[in-house]
Structures are given as C-alpha cells and as structure tokens.
C-alpha cells in the first residue's frame, strides 16, 4: 500500500508535467529550428529569384551560419566566373557583329554589281580582299574569344624561346610580301615565364604581325628576348603618339596616321592575354623613330 500511495502521489503531482514538458521542448526546440533555418530560406528566394539575362547576385552575407559560409562563398566564386563569362561571351557576339557588319554590306554591293555588269579582273580582286578581311577579322575575334577564356593555373609555366621562333617562322611569308625582315635575338634558351603556350603565343604573333604591317618597305622588326624574360618588338614604322598610347589596346581602335587598314583588334588581343596571365605590356619609343611594345613576363 506505501508503494502504490507513494506512485499515486508522483503520478498526480509530477508525472503530468511530462508531457507538457516535452511539449514545450518540442515547441522551443521547432521555434529554434524556424528562426536558424530563416536565412537558408533567405538565400532560396534570393537564388530562385535569378532570372535569365539577369546579374548574378552574391548570396553570402554576415547572417548565413559559419558552417554554410564557405559553401555559399565557393558558390559565389562560381558564379562570378559564370557571369564573366557570359560577359565575355556578349562582347564576343557584340563585336562580331560591329565588326563583320561593314564588310558584308560591302561584299554584298560588290557581288551585286557583278550580277548587274560585266566582270573584270580589278572586281575579282576587291572581292578576294574583302573575302580575306573578313576571315582575319573572324579569325582574330576568335582569337580575342580565346583570350577572354583562357584560366591560368599559377602553376603553368612555358618555355617562352621557342613560342619567339615558332612565330617569327610562321610570320616570316608576310614579312617577305612586304619587304621587311625580322630579325630575332634571344638572349637565353632555358627561361620558363607564366602562363599558358596559348596566351603567351597569341600575344607574341599579334605584336609581330602589327609591326609587320606598319613597318616601312625594306626595314627590318627586331625581336628580342632578355634575360629577365622581356620581350621588345621594335618597328621603323609611324610609331604611336605617347598621348594616344592608352588607347592601343581597346578594341577596334585605329590610329589615324597608320597606313595599315585593319579591324583594331590584334592588341586588344594581347592586353586580354595579358591580364590573363598576369603579364605587362607597354609601347615606348624606338631609336629607330618607330614603336617599341615591351611584354613583362612574370619569370618561373
């Protein structure tokens, strides 16, 4: 009887605070669940809110619980190069069309002419010029395309001699065409400097055609190499005005004086490159009268 009087005494005086008491933890326990849940579903309606064409926002921020921060920051990583992508990518597009637009509404009114009237040798070799512009504008947009895209590792490291004799090789029939020589000096054989091949190439043959094409008949492009891996490419040629030298590396931007009709984008190619790898480019004066463009390669 003590037994069953001392459970009957607990069963009404304490046991029916249990379930109220779990109750309650339950409850605080749900409310407490709520409020640290809030700024995940915070960053859901911020993510579903991201609509095609659109910005893409940054979603962390100081009210996200530090084990989510490094997650949401390497998504913000993420999505930072895929919206510098999709920049690079309507630049691409908004200078392919700039730039192809005159010489096929040239091309056209030329092949309508010769539709209209009789064909002569002289119309068939504006034509071939105009053939062969378009495929070096669509060529160096791809190129500028190839730039925008390159990702160096900081590890990657060329060897930056034989890039110089590969392309002064590969330029040297439109050299011959135009009556000026290279000439190369490479001052050490076994220098790595950073970068990919790809990006330190496409800097490399840009600066050497540009000089080539404003160089004078007869004169000659010197390359050289240094030892604490500079690249100088000198010209004889008009040279570029010290208050317009900022300009040379913005897209579709030709100098007035230069004889050379181009589309402006062979050194928009090699500051691309070069921000990319994390190189330098300057133009300077040459003794010669003409330009001097000075790559800095970050040496291995």
């Given at each position: 009887?003590?037994?069953?009087?001392?459970i009957?005494?607990f069963?009404?005086?304490?046991a029916?605070?249990?379930?109220?008491?779990?109750?309650?933890?339950?409850?605080?326990a749900?409310?407490?669940?709520?409020?640290?849940?809030a700024?995940?579903?915070?960053?859901?309606?911020?993510?579903?809110a991201?609509q095609p064409?659109?910005h893409l926002?940054?979603?962390?921020?100081?009210?996200?619980p530090a084990?989510?921060?490094?997650?949401v920051?390497?998504f913000?990583?993420?999505?930072?190069?895929?919206?510098?992508?999709?920049?690079a990518q309507?630049?691409?597009?908004?200078?392919?069309?700039?730039e192809?637009?005159?010489?096929?509404?040239?091309?056209?009114?030329?092949?309508?002419?010769?539709?209209?009237?009789?064909?002569?040798?002289?119309?068939i070799?504006?034509?071939?010029?105009?053939?062969?512009?378009?495929?070096?504008?669509?060529?160096?947009?791809?190129?500028?395309?190839?730039?925008e895209?390159?990702?160096?590792?900081p590890?990657?490291?060329?060897?930056?001699?034989?890039?110089?004799?590969e392309?002064?090789?590969?330029?040297?029939?439109?050299?011959?065409?135009?009556?000026?020589?290279i000439?190369?000096?490479?001052?050490?054989?076994?220098?790595?400097?950073r970068?990919?091949?790809?990006?330190?190439e496409?800097?490399l043959?840009?600066v050497?055609e540009n000089a080539i094409?404003?160089?004078p008949?007869?004169?000659e492009?010197?390359?050289?190499?240094d030892?604490?891996?500079?690249?100088?490419i000198?010209d004889?040629g008009?040279?570029?005005?010290?208050?317009?030298?900022s300009q040379v590396f913005?897209?579709f931007?030709?100098?007035?004086?230069?004889?050379?009709?181009?589309?402006?984008?062979?050194?928009a190619?090699?500051?691309?490159?070069?921000t990319?790898?994390?190189?330098?480019?300057?133009?300077?004066?040459?003794?010669?009268?003409g330009?001097?463009?000075?790559?800095r390669?970050?040496?291995?």
């Amino acid at each position: 009887p003590i037994a069953h009087e001392v459970i009957w005494e607990f069963l009404v005086d304490v046991a029916w605070a249990v379930p109220l008491g779990c109750a309650l933890a339950v409850l605080v326990a749900a409310l407490v669940v709520r409020r640290g849940l809030a700024p995940l579903r915070e960053l859901a309606a911020r993510a579903r809110a991201i609509q095609p064409g659109s910005h893409l926002p940054r979603l962390a921020n100081a009210t996200l619980p530090a084990e989510l921060i490094p997650l949401v920051a390497a998504f913000d990583e993420a999505t930072a190069r895929l919206d510098s992508a999709l920049a690079a990518q309507k630049r691409f597009t908004a200078n392919a069309a700039h730039e192809l637009r005159t010489p096929l509404t040239v091309l056209s009114g030329r092949l309508d002419r010769l539709v209209t009237g009789p064909v002569n040798a002289e119309d068939i070799r504006m034509l071939q010029a105009d053939c062969q512009r378009m495929t070096r504008v669509v060529a160096q947009l791809t190129a500028l395309a190839r730039a925008e895209s390159i990702v160096t590792m900081p590890e990657t490291r060329t060897m930056i001699a034989p890039l110089l004799r590969e392309v002064a090789c590969s330029l040297a029939p439109l050299a011959v065409s135009r009556d000026v020589r290279i000439g190369l000096d490479v001052a050490v054989e076994q220098l790595k400097v950073r970068g990919t091949a790809e990006a330190i190439e496409a800097m490399l043959r840009n600066v050497v055609e540009n000089a080539i094409q404003h160089a004078p008949n007869g004169t000659e492009v010197a390359i050289r190499l240094d030892p604490d891996a500079t690249v100088e490419i000198e010209d004889a040629g008009p040279g570029i005005p010290a208050s317009l030298r900022s300009q040379v590396f913005e897209r579709f931007w030709r100098g007035s004086w230069s004889r050379h009709v181009g589309s402006g984008l062979g050194l928009a190619i090699v500051g691309e490159a070069a921000t990319q790898i994390g190189a330098a480019v300057a133009v300077e004066d040459a003794p010669s009268g003409g330009a001097r463009v000075v790559l800095r390669f970050d040496p291995a």
